[in-house]
């Protein structure tokens, strides 16, 4: 049973083109995407990207996992009964990392051969399948000896084999490593490490769901759907490149059973919505949770419905995505506001400078989203997919491909240390599935620009490119010329097997550019009347635009040279948000095409948060950067005006695309500007929730207050600014007190240590206590998290567990020989 026989939202409506068109007739094919391999990139936007991932990101990113190929070396060696060493104490999902890394670099090699990249991979590829236990079991903190744990490597790993499925990621992990393994053989044609992988998941099937091994959970089935998503998409990759149904059939086990035969019922993140497990997941209907997880299970129960036919689990998709569309999504596609959880919060919690909005929570939403439009064929869910890589997911690795962000606010002032410990991005991760995330998804792109049935081609993302398309009446060849995002026009050039075939070329037409808003949902309306129009030819002839379903339609005969040319309009917009979104209440944000602007203290006089438009100016003028970091990305500059603390004056505002901030140093920058004066000056200085502070001894050459003074250091050995020292106490534990103004639930808190290489070092470690109603109580760390003691940044930790407090204690352990000094303190409340 085909299941766009059974989608309401069925998108190849019968409908007329020009009078020279036939009739469009209906298809009930579903759509098959076109494999990165047989896309060629030739534009200027994402080749340069792919070329710098190539040169940059990869090298880069398996260097800094290669103590995760180490721990599978060590555990190699367990396995030949060789003498080996400690596992080195990492996170127990590192070699998720590594995986995701792989798979990236082998998505590259299409690009190029690269004999030595290759040898690099199956140098790692031979390491894992030594790694691997005889029956198929893969997960170094189980196979090696307790003598060779870490106490680090334990938490969350359980005693036995999947004995903490909840947090152990053993499934994460191989879920990873498989679509790895399938990218590089698809890249390659080389078979060993697909062969690792399908013997590790037919051992996970007889584990999970037959039963009979007493190595595992004593013989009876695990039948535990896993903490964190991702094998179920991973399976159903397995099973569309190799036919086996016992992978599909996996995959859909795992989606029928989760929240039915487990459900956790702790607090924070053991709730049974954490993980999607509050509920059977046809029951569902909001999002909720930790968000990465979420699309994760969304991405495969849209796989799964595609795949089965199973038409049960739509009420819930559709459901969850208007939900997050309509009420929980930042106009950047970034998805899950709150911190603590890293996950989704109340509807229209919507916050800039305080939200979290994690990397791989935006590499979800596209996951999810191009889901979604190969199960239906309805361009809004590309129009969501497009919006989050333009903007969340690109502005998550630098220009030069080397540093990263794990948070995407949309609003920072330069100082704050937002980052996990930086005000900017980061080199690298403890936990650092964001940069392996990037490196994986950016190159999967030339496989989400084209898509087909028997009959048609569908071309959902706009990229100069050309392809070979097979159809029933043979292979299409299409070259594609475009300068998207920055221009709306794009060429494409067809060339059928024979002259006079017969099929239909289906372009989508972008929410952005047709309607009353930026992107589908009903969170976010343009506030400006600029009408627009779409105009498409094929040689030369107008065609009509019945857009059906977000794409306009051109059925016909097509000969070699035919020549569509589609024009996108691409004005400056301005968009206003739900006025339920009190963080953006009386605000603007200004957009581009499917680019999100933004403004950055390195381009304008004043600090941007100061700017306010009254008006909504079409752009004085734009003005691409020719040269350094930012060359060939175009700025807008529009008339606007600054409220000062006692004045007003008119200003002119300079806006670069979101993905472009943080480029040039750690710098103010904002997304959604007030409309009037008095809006733009109730922004505050973050440090101004501290009261007090109180040190249990201080240097009489230094001063308490300085921990909370809101001024930003340079670095740990800063001595420009006032510090607190406990110097000469040496070897001596500290207390410092932080009394608050209010009592309030608290976010984050960030340590800046002091380290003058003499007498003053950083401390051994720390901890922290708050206090609730007069009694002192641990403050125990997120999970991610850890009291740091890194130098140069801000060390930032958030609760396991909500905290309301009006004081933090913060114990500080120095080492023997010296004493311990803290530059800056910061706070953050959570929203």
């Not at 990218?183 to 999970?208: C, M, P, Q």
């Amino acid at each position: 049973m085909k299941l766009r026989n059974l989608l309401p939202m069925a998108m190849i409506a019968a409908s007329a083109l020009s009078s020279c068109n036939p009739t469009i007739e209906k298809s009930d094919k579903t759509l098959t995407p076109v494999s990165f391999e047989k896309v060629t990139l030739n534009d200027n936007f994402w080749l340069p990207r792919l070329q710098t991932q190539k040169k940059t990101l990869v090298p880069f990113a398996l260097g800094k996992t290669e103590t995760a190929v180490e721990n599978l070396r060590r555990t190699a060696a367990y396995l030949r009964g060789e003498k080996s060493e400690k596992l080195i104490p990492l996170a127990f999902y590192v070699s998720s990392d590594l995986f995701k890394v792989m798979e990236g670099a082998a998505y590259l090699l299409t690009i190029e051969k690269d004999e030595a990249l290759e040898k690099q991979m199956d140098d790692i590829i031979d390491i894992i399948g030594e790694a691997q236990a005889p029956d198929g079991y893969l997960y170094e903190h189980h196979i090696v000896g307790k003598e060779l744990h870490n106490p680090r490597n334990r938490w969350g790993t359980g005693e036995r084999p999947y004995s903490n499925v909840l947090f152990s990621h053993e499934l994460y992990n191989m879920g990873h490593m498989y679509e790895g393994a399938i990218a590089y053989y698809r890249a390659t044609g080389k078979r060993k490490w697909l062969d690792i992988a399908e013997k590790s998941a037919r051992h996970i099937n007889r584990v999970f769901f037959e039963g009979g091994d007493s190595a595992y959970n004593d013989g009876n089935p695990v039948n535990q759907a896993p903490g964190h998503q991702e094998i179920e998409l991973a399976l159903v990759k397995m099973y569309h490149l190799t036919g086996d149904t016992l992978y599909l059939d996996m995959a859909k086990q795992f989606i029928d059973i989760r929240g039915v035969t487990y459900r956790p019922d702790g607090i924070n993140i053991t709730t049974p919505e954490y993980a999607q497990q509050h509920l059977p997941v046809r029951e569902q209907r909001t999002a909720v949770g930790h968000a990465v997880r979420a699309t994760y299970l969304y991405s495969g129960m849209a796989d799964i419905a595609a795949a089965t036919g199973d038409t049960t689990l739509i009420p819930a998709l559709e459901s969850v995505w208007h939900d997050i569309v309509d009420k929980k999504m930042h106009i950047t596609g970034g998805l899950g506001a709150v911190p603590n959880i890293e996950g989704f919060g109340p509807e229209y919690l919507l916050p800039n400078k305080e939200t979290y909005n994690e990397t791989c929570s935006a590499v979800g939403n596209v996951f999810f989203n191009y889901r979604m439009f190969l199960m239906s064929g309805d361009a809004k869910y590309i129009d969501v997919a497009e919006v989050s890589l333009y903007n969340n997911v690109l502005a998550g690795v630098n220009l030069e491909g080397n540093r990263f962000f794990y948070v995407n606010p949309l609003e920072a002032d330069g100082r704050k240390a937002f980052n996990h410990g930086r005000a900017g991005r980061s080199p690298w991760f403890g936990t650092a599935c964001c940069p392996s995330n990037l490196a994986r998804l950016i190159p999967q792109v030339p496989g989400m620009i084209y898509s087909h049935t028997d009959k048609d081609i569908f071309c959902a993302l706009y990229a100069g490119s050309t392809v070979d398309v097979p159809l029933e009446a043979g292979n299409i060849h299409l070259a594609q010329e475009t300068d998207y995002p920055f221009d709306g026009k794009i060429t494409i050039e067809v060339t059928p097997a024979a002259d006079n075939t017969e099929f239909t070329m289906w372009m989508r037409i972008p929410t952005w550019c047709t309607g009353d808003r930026f992107v589908a949902g009903e969170l976010y309306r343009y506030a400006d009347n600029r009408q627009t129009s779409v105009t498409a030819t094929v040689n030369g002839k107008k065609i009509k635009n019945n857009i059906t379903d977000g794409f306009l339609p051109i059925k016909r005969r097509w000969s070699k040279g035919d020549r569509i040319e589609l024009q996108l309009p691409m004005p400056m917009r301005y968009s206003t948000a739900d006025e339920r979104v009190k963080a953006d209440s009386n605000r603007i944000c200004i957009t581009r095409g499917p680019l999100v602007y933004c403004a950055e203290t390195a381009d304008n006089q004043y600090p941007v948060s100061q700017y306010y438009l009254a008006q909504t100016a079409e752009e004085k003028e734009t003005k691409t950067f020719t040269d350094g970091i930012m060359q060939g990305i175009p700025a807008l500059k529009v008339e606007a005006a600054v409220a000062t603390a006692d004045n007003e004056a008119p200003a002119t505002l300079t806006l670069i695309p979101y993905y472009a901030w943080n480029n040039r140093g750690d710098k103010a920058m904002n997304v959604w500007f007030a409309r009037d004066a008095a809006t733009a000056r109730i922004r505050t200085m973050f440090a101004g929730n501290i009261a007090n502070i109180k040190a249990s001894f201080t240097y009489n050459g230094d001063d308490e207050r300085a921990i909370g003074d809101g001024k930003r250091p340079t670095s740990s050995a800063d001595g420009s600014i006032p510090r607190w020292t406990s110097w000469p106490q040496r070897g001596k534990e500290q207390q410092v007190e932080i009394t608050l103004k209010k009592k309030q639930k608290i976010e984050s808190v960030s340590v800046y240590w002091y380290n003058d290489n003499g007498g003053v070092k950083f401390p051994v470690s720390w901890r922290m206590e708050y206090n609730k109603d007069g009694k002192w109580h641990e403050f125990r760390p997120y999970v991610t998290d850890a009291f740091g003691t890194a130098g140069d940044q801000f060390n930032m930790v958030h609760p396991a567990e909500e905290i309301e407090t009006e004081a933090l204690l913060l114990h500080i352990t120095p080492r023997k020989d010296a004493a311990a000094g803290i530059l800056e303190v910061i706070i953050e409340e959570a929203k």
